[in-house]
C-alpha cells in the first residue's frame, strides 16, 4: 500500500482533523477571536491562536512546546477519552467575559495567559489541575484537584479548597461517566454571572448495597 495512499493520509492526520482550527472563542466585542491548531496536518500538539477580525492577522499566543512536555495525568487522560480527544499539548481553555484572560493545563500545571499582551506564566496552586474556569470579571480561577473544587485570585494569591470530598468515592465539580459518555455533559461546576457563586456538582460513586426480600408465600421466589 503506497504511503500516499487514502487509509494511510486518514490515519496520520487522523481523519484529516489536525492543522485545522478548532475551539473557536470570539471574545470582547469581537475584535478578536481565539482557537486552537497545530502547526501541520500530521502534527497532533495544539497551541493556543489569537486571529485580529479587523486585519485577518494570525498571532501565536500560547506554544505548549515552550512550557512544560504534555505528562497526561489520570484526570485529564479520563477526560480526553471522554471527548474523544486524540490531540495533545493544549486541548481545552477557557476565558473570562471580557477574552482578556485565558486559562488552560498543561501536564496537570495550570497557566494563564494575558491575550493582549501575549504574557503567560504558572499559577502556584495544588496538582494536578483539571478544568480550570475564569470568574466572570477574571478575578479568580476555580478548578479541580484531587476531588476537590479549588479557587485562586488570578494574581497567584489565596489558593483554597471551596469544597472537600466528604468520604472516599466523593467528588467534586467534575461530570462523572455517565453524564459524560450518555448526556454529552462534560462539566461539572458554573460560576454565577457575579463572580460571587459557584453552582457545583457533587458526585458519590459508593457501590449501592443490594438488599434481598422474601415471600414467605412462595419461598421459591
Known amino acids: ?27 470582547g ?3 478578536r477571536v481565539l482557537f486552537l491548531r497545530s502547526t501541520s496536518g500530521t502534527d497532533r500538539t495544539t497551541a493556543l491562536w489569537a486571529l485580529d477580525t ?12 515552550k512550557l512544560a512536555e504534555d505528562q497526561v495525568t489520570a484526570e485529564e487522560q479520563a477526560r480526553r477519552e471522554r471527548a474523544r480527544e486524540r490531540a495533545t499539548g493544549i486541548t481545552g481553555y477557557s476565558t473570562d467575559r471580557d ?3 485565558v486559562v488552560f493545563t498543561l501536564s496537570g500545571r495550570l497557566f494563564i495567559a494575558e491575550v493582549s499582551t501575549g504574557d503567560v506564566h504558572e499559577l502556584p496552586v495544588r496538582q494536578p489541575v483539571a ?8 478575578r479568580h480561577i476555580a478548578y479541580l484537584s484531587a476531588g476537590q473544587l479549588r479557587v485562586i485570585a488570578a494574581d497567584g494569591s489565596g489558593d ?11 467528588t467534586w465539580g467534575a ?25 457545583v456538582t457533587r458526585v458519590d460513586e459508593t457501590p449501592v448495597q443490594h438488599w434481598y426480600l422474601g415471600d414467605p408465600a412462595h419461598p421459591d421466589r
Open 175 to 199: 461530570a462523572e461517566f455517565i453524564a459524560a459518555e450518555e448526556m454529552d455533559r462534560h462539566r461539572g461546576y458554573w460560576w454565577a454571572p457575579s463572580g460571587e457563586e459557584l453552582l
Open 131 to 138: 478544568d480550570p474556569r475564569p470568574s466572570p470579571d477574571g
Open 54 to 65: 479587523a486585519t485577518g492577522t494570525e498571532r501565536l499566543l500560547v506554544d505548549p512546546a
Open 160 to 170: 483554597r479548597a471551596l469544597a472537600e470530598p466528604d468520604g472516599d468515592n466523593v
Open 29 to 31: 466585542d469581537g475584535a
Open 99 to 101: 477574552g482578556e484572560q
Open 1 to 27: 500500500m503506497s504511503s500516499a495512499s487514502f487509509p494511510r493520509r486518514s490515519a496520520r492526520t487522523q481523519g484529516f482533523s489536525l492543522g485545522a482550527p478548532r475551539n473557536f472563542t470570539v471574545v
